[in-house]
């Protein structure tokens, strides 16, 4: 008895198929990542750290403070002037 074996050629494009989509992915990735180093590369700001940011953001916090108050005081000013006169 001879045995004869089917080989399934859909089950074969299937996998070639798989494997052209991974290659087409593989291509995505290394075009976006291109895009990326150049995107930071041609970028000439320099970047600031977390602890920089939130002392710029707590120093103008202050400021606006202190310049708050000294227009309020200002203001008491002009007023104590205006009374006695």
């Known amino acids: 008895m001879t045995r004869v074996e089917m080989v399934d050629t859909a089950a074969m494009t299937d996998g070639s198929d798989v494997q052209s989509e991974f290659d087409a992915i ?32 707590v120093t103008q916090g202050v400021l606006n403070t202190c310049m708050r ?14 009374e006695e006169v």
Request: hydrophobic letters at 30%; proline letters at 2%.
């Open 26 to 57: 593989a291509r995505e990735v290394e075009q976006s990542e291109k895009i990326d180093n150049q995107a930071t590369s041609d970028n000439d700001e320099p970047t600031l750290s977390d602890e920089e940011i939130a002392d710029m953001i």
């Open 69 to 82: 108050q000294m227009r309020e005081s200002e203001e008491r000013m002009k007023e104590i002037l205006d």
